[in-house]
């Protein structure tokens, strides 16, 4: 069984630019969340994406967006980039059992010049 | 305060011997708890759910949960050098996808 993948995996951009970070999750896993990492502020809750719908969102500023498409693969941006916007960012592939596990992918490490 | 607190350590434990990893959560109505164990320049990976009172072995690992006092700890038994990593504390609040991170606490196993 195939697990997380994302793309890319590292990406340099230019403040004011904006980007695209791409998730498909495990097979059969219909719900993704998105996650930030920085050293300072640790692993932080982005939004949770359920059949195409987003059912959950935390507090980031509306720069920061989503989707979700039909066969489960999910897209973050991020426009009007700004240096603090340097991260890692991870995309969790959610079981769908009242367990709640979450599984991540590798993460795209975002550097912002 | 923070919602989920943890030792950012290091803890530094020798080889073959237990290491004690906490956390603690503010939220009494927290449902869900996770260890995720994180190495240096990699993503996070699940190692350990809990979701009620007392102990949960895995191999190696065993998590405790006690709501009333609203801690968790994982236990590593026999410690390896490669059990070094970060260990993330995450809990769930609600019956949602959203988990809320504590800063992790950095383990050393000396060989």
């Known amino acids: 069984k195939a697990g997380v993948t994302q793309t890319p995996r590292y990406l340099i951009k230019t403040r004011g630019q904006q980007v695209t970070l791409s998730c498909s999750p495990i097979?059969?896993?219909?719900?993704v969340s998105w996650y930030q990492q920085t050293p300072g502020q640790g692993l932080q809750f982005l939004f949770e994406?359920?059949?195409?719908?987003?059912?959950n969102k935390g507090n980031f500023p509306g720069r920061f967006s989503g989707r979700q498409f039909s066969n489960s693969r999910s897209e973050m941006n991020v426009s009007t980039l700004e240096l603090g916007d340097s991260a890692l960012y991870l995309c969790?592939?959610?079981?769908?059992?009242?367990?709640?596990?979450?599984?991540f992918g590798p993460g795209t490490r975002l550097t912002v010049t | 305060q923070k919602e989920v607190e943890q030792n950012s350590g290091p803890l530094s434990v020798p080889e073959g011997a237990i290491a004690s990893l906490n956390c603690t959560y503010s939220?009494?109505?927290?449902?869900?708890f996770f260890w995720y164990r994180q190495y240096s320049g990699k993503s996070p990976e699940l190692i350990m759910s809990?979701?009620?009172?007392g102990d949960k072995e895995d191999g190696r690992f065993t998590a405790q949960l006690n709501k009333a006092s609203q801690y968790v700890s994982l236990l590593i038994r026999d410690s390896q050098p490669s059990d070094s990593a970060t260990y993330l504390c995450?809990?769930?609040?609600?019956?949602?996808?959203?988990?809320?991170f504590g800063s992790g606490t950095r383990l050393l196993v000396r060989p």
């Open positions: 969790a592939s959610n079981s769908g059992t009242g367990r709640h596990e979450q599984y």
């Open positions: 097979s059969g896993h219909r719900s």
């Open positions: 994406y359920f059949s195409e719908t987003q059912r």
């Open positions: 939220d009494r109505g927290s449902q869900s």
């Open positions: 809990i979701y009620s009172n």
């Open positions: 995450a809990v769930n609040k609600d019956s949602s996808y959203k988990l809320i």
